[in-house]
């Protein structure tokens, strides 16, 4: 499968730390690239707005009055226990339900020294037990390791989200090793554990990637039931439906990987698609988005609002901004903070933080529907 | 009724306990029962469900075991497969009493 080319990133990385020329798996383009409307936050709010959703609690289809509507007059962050930072929207591939446009073209939006270094102060005085970093693919971001260095010294739990496939890059091959060393937990994109699903959402070729990435973790030690080499497989829907059960879909995950490619890993964890971005963009190409955002509002769950990742999660994006999650973020729905001060991240203060109210819109339900999602999985069993 | 069979229909199929409620709820109470994770997973079951649905030919079943193989983490190969596997039980079927026929005949003809 592999050739010399396909190991190879032609990186070019600017002083601000972009990189361009990036080769990988690919299935469509950024929005951005293509100048589509959908690539403007208030075009895909707008898109959501258009819906007819006379269901759910309320029949408002107002995610907030639903909300209210199962017993929360207010919402608000329970405690701050994820630092979560998007290091920018760099990434080698080009998924199709990716929720933050990101792609090759994106080499503008990448976090620099000192926003990194302001995020670092904020992790210290945030009191969060886990920060947690994605992008893009974070690892491009050229502060990667040392942000990585820094926090892991602080002790605090350390994630990367991680799309494998860039860990089969020579530049990147040594991070497996590297992130064992310093006790990362590896959370992966992987839809299927079989090829079909996964090449469709993620391009041609990813599969056999991931597996040759898989590997490389499984033999610096990762998977295997160490807590200090978790590895944590994330699945999300390969279309218009919701994701399965965790619990089911791991057992089978576990069974098929070993037996099929005597793969290893320790969790297995299933989000919802966001209907955003690109993924709102497929759902508006197959007429399906009516359907599918009264299958969110069919499922929704109030018994998940007490777990949403927005009550316990800070997202920074790569300019020092702060939202309530990675989506809002990408809706450019920065924190609203008491007397709707919007603050960077250098000004980060707990109270405060403790005090403002969660934005919301329409794309929340996916995060209400089923078993609830959330960056860590499944929010009731 | 201009039509026999009407997708809308699907999702309506609890207003079933309108003529009867007790019949409905122990139906659709063990209906949840059989599609729980068991000695077969959730998946296995949708995926026999679904070749089920094709040897019957209910549409109704077709639509929901589609996204119900789809939702429990089967993918279309697996999916394909399981109609196969339906295909081929319909088939031999007819087949095989192909034997009867032959039977028969051995006793009719010199």
Same mark, same amino acid.
């Given at each position: 499968?592999?050739?010399?080319?396909?190991?190879?990133?032609?990186?070019?990385?600017?002083?601000?730390?972009?990189?361009?020329?990036?080769?990988?798996?690919?299935?469509?383009?950024?929005?951005?690239?293509?100048?589509?409307?959908?690539?403007?936050?208030?075009?895909?709010?707008?898109?959501?707005?258009?819906?007819?959703?006379?269901?759910?609690?309320?029949?408002?289809?107002?995610?907030?009055?639903?909300?209210?509507?199962?017993?929360?007059?207010?919402?608000?962050?329970?405690?701050?226990?994820?630092?979560?930072?998007?290091?920018?929207?760099?990434?080698?591939?080009?998924?199709?339900?990716?929720? %933050?446009? /990101?792609? $090759?073209?994106?080499? #503008?939006?990448?976090? *620099?020294?000192?926003?990194? !270094?302001?995020?670092? +102060?904020?992790?210290?005085?945030?009191?969060?037990?886990?920060?947690?970093?994605?992008?893009?693919?974070?690892?491009?971001?050229?502060?990667?390791?040392?942000?990585?260095?820094?926090?892991?010294?602080?002790?605090?739990?350390?994630?990367?989200?991680?799309?494998?496939?860039?860990?089969?890059?020579?530049?990147?091959?040594?991070?497996?090793?590297?992130?064992?060393?310093?006790?990362?937990?590896? %959370?992966? /994109?992987? $839809?299927?554990?079989? #090829?079909?699903?996964? *090449?469709?959402?993620?391009? !041609?070729?990813?599969? +056999?990637?991931?597996?040759?990435?898989?590997?490389?973790?499984?033999?610096?030690?990762?998977?295997?039931?160490?807590?200090?080499?978790?590895?944590?497989?994330?699945?999300?829907?390969?279309?218009?439906?919701?994701?399965?059960?965790?619990?089911?879909?791991?057992?089978?995950?576990?069974?098929?990987?070993?037996?099929?490619?005597?793969?290893?890993?320790?969790?297995?964890?299933?989000?919802?698609?966001?209907?955003?971005?690109?993924?709102?963009?497929?759902?508006?190409?197959?007429?399906?988005?009516?359907?599918?955002?009264?299958?969110?509002?069919?499922?929704?769950?109030?018994?998940?609002?007490?777990?949403?990742?927005?009550?316990?999660?800070?997202?920074?994006?790569?300019?020092?901004?702060?939202?309530?999650?990675?989506?809002?973020?990408?809706?450019?729905?920065?924190?609203?903070?008491?007397?709707?001060?919007?603050?960077?991240?250098?000004?980060?203060?707990?109270?405060?933080?403790?005090?403002?109210?969660?934005?919301?819109?329409?794309?929340?339900?996916?995060?209400?529907?089923?078993?609830?999602?959330?960056?860590?999985?499944?929010?009731?069993? | 009724?201009?039509?026999?069979?009407?997708?809308?229909?699907?999702?309506?199929?609890?207003?079933?306990?309108?003529?009867?409620?007790?019949?409905?709820?122990?139906?659709?109470?063990?209906?949840?029962?059989?599609?729980?994770?068991?000695?077969?997973?959730?998946?296995?079951?949708?995926?026999?469900?679904?070749?089920?649905?094709?040897?019957?030919?209910?549409?109704?079943?077709?639509?929901?075991?589609?996204?119900?193989?789809?939702?429990?983490?089967?993918?279309?190969?697996?999916?394909?497969?399981?109609?196969?596997?339906?295909?081929?039980?319909?088939?031999?079927?007819?087949?095989?009493?192909?034997?009867?026929?032959?039977?028969?005949?051995?006793?009719?003809?010199?």
């Amino acid at each position: 499968m592999s050739n010399a080319a396909d190991d190879m990133i032609p990186l070019t990385l600017a002083g601000d730390g972009a990189s361009v020329n990036i080769e990988g798996p690919r299935t469509t383009t950024s929005l951005r690239f293509r100048r589509s409307p959908l690539a403007s936050p208030e075009e895909q709010i707008r898109q959501l707005e258009a819906v007819d959703l006379a269901v759910g609690p309320t029949q408002s289809g107002n995610f907030f009055a639903d909300v209210s509507h199962s017993g929360w007059p207010t919402l608000k962050p329970a405690q701050l226990d994820i630092f979560q930072i998007n290091l920018g929207k760099l990434c080698n591939m080009t998924c199709r339900h990716c929720h %933050v446009d /990101s792609g $090759p073209d994106r080499t #503008k939006e990448n976090m *620099d020294r000192a926003t990194v !270094d302001a995020c670092i +102060e904020a992790i210290e005085k945030s009191g969060a037990h886990t920060v947690d970093l994605t992008g893009g693919a974070p690892e491009l971001n050229p502060n990667f390791e040392y942000l990585v260095d820094r926090v892991t010294q602080m002790g605090k739990h350390v994630i990367d989200r991680c799309n494998l496939t860039i860990l089969t890059v020579r530049r990147y091959q040594h991070l497996p090793a590297w992130f064992a060393k310093r006790g990362v937990e590896v %959370v992966c /994109s992987l $839809p299927h554990y079989r #090829k079909l699903g996964t *090449d469709a959402q993620r391009g !041609d070729g990813t599969y +056999e990637k991931s597996l040759k990435a898989l590997k490389m973790l499984n033999e610096v030690g990762y998977g295997q039931g160490d807590p200090r080499r978790k590895l944590t497989l994330v699945t999300n829907p390969v279309g218009a439906f919701l994701a399965g059960n965790q619990a089911s879909l791991e057992t089978e995950w576990k069974d098929a990987l070993k037996k099929n490619h005597d793969v290893s890993f320790d969790t297995l964890i299933a989000l919802n698609n966001m209907p955003m971005s690109r993924y709102l963009e497929w759902l508006l190409e197959k007429g399906k988005l009516d359907e599918y955002m009264h299958r969110l509002l069919d499922a929704f769950n109030p018994s998940t609002i007490a777990g949403l990742m927005c009550r316990n999660t800070l997202s920074v994006s790569w300019d020092g901004k702060m939202y309530d999650c990675d989506f809002n973020q990408q809706l450019e729905m920065e924190i609203d903070f008491p007397g709707e001060e919007r603050l960077h991240v250098r000004d980060f203060d707990l109270d405060k933080w403790l005090q403002h109210n969660i934005r919301t819109e329409r794309h929340c339900y996916g995060c209400t529907a089923g078993a609830g999602s959330s960056c860590g999985g499944a929010i009731t069993e | 009724m201009d039509t026999y069979y009407k997708p809308e229909h699907l999702p309506k199929f609890g207003t079933i306990a309108e003529g009867n409620k007790e019949l409905a709820d122990a139906f659709f109470a063990y209906y949840g029962k059989v599609f729980e994770d068991g000695a077969l997973t959730a998946r296995e079951k949708a995926l026999i469900a679904l070749a089920v649905a094709h040897t019957i030919q209910c549409p109704y079943c077709i639509d929901a075991y589609t996204s119900g193989s789809l939702e429990k983490g089967a993918d279309l190969e697996q999916m394909t497969e399981a109609v196969h596997v339906a295909t081929a039980i319909r088939g031999g079927a007819s087949l095989v009493h192909g034997i009867q026929m032959l039977d028969k005949v051995k006793d009719m003809t010199m």
